[in-house]
């Protein structure tokens, strides 16, 4: 199953949960299905985040740790995923050419 579609299947079912099924609470199953989809979410591949440091050289970064803590994490050229949050890197060229 592709990691989009999982993703919004999770989320159905969260959406149709029941109080009482299998005698889990209702909070702990969302919650189980809400860390699950984020999960999934770091494993598709999003392009790194350009910056500029403070010698003025643009720089390539975690797009995940720049969106949710405005950190500039230094990605490296073929670095797989972010080493601190974990999020997969999608260097594949943009219809300009450009990284």
Known sequence: METKKAIE?????????KDSLHGNSLADRKEALYVAMYK???????KPHIFT?????DKNGCPKCYEDKGRNEI???GQKYCSVRGQAI???RDDRGEK
């Open 9 to 17: 299947w999770l989320r159905a079912i969260s959406a149709t949960q």
């Open 40 to 46: 999934l979410r770091k494993e598709i591949p999003n």
């Open 53 to 57: 440091d403070h010698d003025r050289f």
């Open 75 to 77: 990605l490296y050229a």
């Open 90 to 92: 999608d260097w594949i």
